[in-house]
């Protein structure tokens, strides 16, 4: 019996690593089909595959973030009513036969060429989403028309385009890497703060993580995504906010100043330095040293209808180890 604890005890980390692997290359198989769904939808749409990929990962987040909505099962993430595929007077909410869903105006689309259109197909799917946006057109302008006819809400025609241009950017789809929001040797320190009252400015409570550290220590774009925000705030100061892949919204709060050139609409990626460490804020524009200088660092999630913060504490030490780890191997 000790034998066998011992045995287990030595093999775990090699255990852990076999599975860590494993993850890693179902995601990469992931990628590399979804990929090839977008570039199908192009090859019939002439629709930038970038545009289809935004739709499809701002579907997928927005489905993992609300409980009115299925969780994606496929590699595509876009999801219809069966009333909108079917068509809303169409008596048969299951219908695959591509010349009933056209008669009674539904969206589905037998996108593979099987005679079918079918809801669980994600070629179908996909392809039945870029016709809906072939009506408007296939450039820039005309496509923000049909996000817009179709979701009837600007923050989400704004997410959608930015995510196709940060995967236009980088052309490709595995844009999951993250940092810490500092070098990590700088001399910093932080605890979990989320949640906790603040009192200036009003009765509140405190939507972020603090991380303390000197003046002009460079902060860092922790991910992958596009400058949504810069500029000041009474409460925040110096700010600079940045959307990632994910549909997640990175607030940097009180910083000393902005990095040269940076301007709203630019692509960053892990390490990027947007700014550095300050003490602005609680005050008309320049109000500075009203605190001890750091890093006001925040997370919201954008379901399709409102935005919230949720707590970034666990995912800034996770950032971190993993950070650590990829140096490690250099």
Do not use: C
Not at 43 to 62: C, F, G, L
Not at 112 to 125: F, Q, R, T, Y
Not at 217 to 228: D, F, L, N, Q
Not at 236 to 249: L, P
């Amino acid at each position: 019996m000790l034998k066998a604890v011992i045995v287990l005890f030595l093999l775990s980390p090699v255990l852990l690593n076999d599975n860590a692997y494993a993850a890693e290359q179902d995601q990469e198989d992931v990628y590399k089909k979804r990929m090839e769904l977008y570039t199908k939808v192009e090859t019939v749409s002439q629709i930038p595959w970038y545009y289809i990929a935004a739709v499809d990962q701002y579907e997928r987040n927005v489905r993992q973030a609300r409980k009115d909505l299925p969780k994606a099962e496929g590699v595509a993430g876009v999801y219809f009513k069966p009333e909108e595929w079917a068509g809303l007077l169409n008596p048969d909410l299951e219908d695959e036969n591509p010349v009933s869903i056209q008669f009674f105006n539904g969206i589905g689309f037998d996108g593979n060429g099987d005679g079918k259109a079918s809801l669980k197909d994600d070629e179908d799917v996909l392809q039945a989403f870029a016709q809906y946006l072939l009506s408007y057109g296939t450039d820039h302008e005309n496509l923000k028309i049909g996000l817009w006819n179709y979701y009837k809400r600007d923050k989400t025609v704004g997410i959608i385009i930015g995510k196709a241009m940060i995967y236009k950017h980088f052309g490709r789809l595995d844009l999951d890497t993250h940092v810490f929001p500092m070098p990590l040797r700088s001399n910093h320190s932080y605890n979990n703060t989320w949640g906790d009252a603040r009192g200036w400015g009003g009765r509140r409570i405190h939507e972020g993580t603090d991380i303390f550290a000197g003046y002009g220590v460079p902060v860092r774009a922790t991910g992958y995504g596009i400058v949504e925000m810069k500029g000041w705030n009474k409460y925040g100061g110096w700010r600079v906010g940045i959307r990632d892949i994910n549909n997640t919204y990175h607030y940097f709060a009180h910083l000393s100043g902005f990095a040269k050139d940076l301007k709203v609409g630019q692509i960053v990626e892990p390490g990027t330095v947007i700014g550095g460490v300050g003490s602005s804020g609680y005050g008309p524009p320049g109000t500075s040293g009203k605190f001890p200088p750091h890093l006001h660092y925040g997370m919201y999630k954008d379901n399709g209808y409102t935005e919230w913060s949720f707590d970034p504490y666990p995912h800034l030490k996770s950032w971190a180890r993993q950070e650590r780890a990829r140096l490690k191997k250099k």
